[in-house]
C-alpha cells in the first residue's frame, strides 16, 4: 500500500510486505526512542488524539511518538467532553477536527466507528481501537515484538507455534493479530477461550483457507504447551452486557509461573496486550512472572512507541528525512543508563 497520506484503519490493508517495510522503519527510530538522538522532522505538526474510551499505552504512546519526531498533540480524552455528547455526528466531529490536526488517532467503542470517522476527514486517521473489531497499530507492534523476540531466538514468524488464550470473541488485539499472523507462512494456532468467547468464524475459516494449522481448544494446559508465544487476553468486560455476565470468565485461565513451569517449554515468550486485569477474580497474567526473562509485555509496550513512530513518519512522508534533521541529546537520561534500566 501507499502509506503517504493514508487511513490506517484495519490490518486488511496490509500485505506482507507492508508489514516488513513498517519494521524495518521502526528499526530506525530505536535512537530516538532511546533518547540517543533527537529530531524535529515534524516541528509544527499537530496529533489530534481523539480517545473515547479509557486508554494508557495507546494514547500516550501515540503521543509520546509524535512528540519524539518533534510534533505536538492535542488530546480530548472522554466523550463527556467532546460535543459528540451534545449530539454532533462523527462527519461534522471529523470536519472539524482535521481542519485543526495534520492526523488524528482515535479510539471509539463502536465497532466501524473510526471508519466511518476517517470516511469524513481531510487528514490521516489511525484507527487506536474500534469496539471489538481492530486494533491495527497493537497487532503491529505485538507482531514487531514477536519477530524481535524470535530473531533472538535464531527462529522467524514463519513457522511460528502461537497460543492465544482468553477472550477471543471480544478481543480486538487478537483479532488484528491472527489476521496479520495469516499474511505469514505455516503458522500453529492455539486458539484458548471458554467455548462462548471463541474468535469470530470470519477470522478463523480465513486462516484455515490460508493452510494455517488451527486448533481451538477450551482448557489452558491443552494450549500452552509446544508454543513459541504464549500471548494472553483480559475478559474484555466493557463488551459484555453486564458485569455479572462478565465475572462468569473471569479467572478461567490463571498463568502463573507454577503453571508456566509445568506446561510451558522453557523458552516459550509471554505476551498480554495489556492492561493485565490483576484483580483477585481475574489474575490472568500473575505477577509472580514479573522476574520471569521472556516475560515480553513491557518489551511490547516499549516497541509501541517504534512503531507508532514509523507509522506517524509513513503517512506523513518524513521517513527519508528523520536521519537528516537528528542531533544528539543533551540532556541526562535514565534511558540511556544501564544502572538504571
Ligand atoms: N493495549 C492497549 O490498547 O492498551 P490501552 O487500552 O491502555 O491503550
Redesign the pocket.
Known amino acids: 500500500m501507499d502509506f503517504v497520506g493514508s487511513h490506517i484503519l484495519s490490518v486488511d490493508q496490509f500485505d506482507r510486505g507492508d508489514v516488513e517495510l513498517v519494521f524495518r522503519v521502526a528499526d530506525r527510530m530505536e535512537p530516538f526512542a532511546a533518547r540517543q538522538k533527537i529530531t524535529r522532522v515534524l516541528e509544527g505538526a499537530i496529533l489530534s488524539n481523539m480517545f473515547f ?7 500516550v504512546s501515540f503521543g509520546s511518538a509524535f512528540n519524539l519526531l518533534g510534533g505536538e498533540v492535542r488530546e480530548t480524552t472522554d466523550i463527556k467532553v467532546s460535543a459528540i455528547s451534545k449530539g454532533e455526528s462523527l462527519y461534522d466531529s471529523a470536519r472539524v477536527l482535521s481542519g485543526y490536526s495534520d492526523v488524528i488517532a482515535m ?1 471509539h467503542p463502536e465497532a466501524g466507528s473510526v471508519a466511518e470517522f476517517a470516511r469524513a476527514s481531510r487528514v490521516p486517521v489511525i484507527n ?2 474500534d469496539g471489538p473489531n481492530e ?1 491495527p497499530s ?1 497487532a503491529l507492534l505485538d507482531l514487531y515484538t514477536i519477530r524481535k523476540e524470535m530473531a533472538a531466538r535464531g527462529a522467524t514468524i514463519d513457522g511460528l507455534r502461537i497460543a492465544l488464550v482468553g477472550d477471543l470473541k471480544f478481543g480486538r ?1 487478537v483479532h488484528s493479530l491472527c489476521k496479520l499472523l495469516g499474511r505469514f507462512n505455516g503458522i500453529h494456532f492455539n486458539l484458548v477461550s471458554p467455548p462462548e468467547l471463541t474468535a469470530p468464524d470470519d477470522i478463523v475459516d480465513a486462516l484455515k483457507s490460508a493452510r494455517h494449522s488451527v486448533n481451538e481448544l477450551f482448557r489452558l494446559e491443552d494450549g500452552i504447551r509446544d508454543v513459541d508465544i504464549l500471548y494472553v487476553t483480559r475478559t474484555q468486560e466493557e463488551r459484555f452486557p453486564s458485569q455479572e455476565e462478565a465475572d462468569r470468565y473471569r479467572g478461567l485461565f490463571h498463568v502463573n509461573q507454577h503453571i508456566y513451569t509445568e506446561f510451558c517449554e522453557p523458552n516459550t515468550v509471554i505476551m498480554h ?3 493485565r486485569d490483576s484483580r483477585t477474580i481475574a489474575n490472568e497474567l500473575d505477577h509472580d512472572l514479573d522476574q520471569n526473562p521472556n516475560l515480553a509485555i513491557f518489551r511490547q509496550t516499549d516497541n509501541g512507541v517504534l512503531v507508532r513512530m514509523a507509522l506517524f513518519a509513513m503517512v506523513l512522508d518524513v521517513v527519508d528525512q528523520v536521519e537528516r534533521s537528528a542531533r544528539d541529546v543533551n540532556w541526562y537520561t535514565a534511558k540511556r543508563d544501564p544502572g538504571r534500566t
Open positions: 474510551e479509557p486508554s494508557t499505552r495507546t494514547r479510539r487506536g481501537g486494533h497493537q488485539a496486550p495489556l492492561p
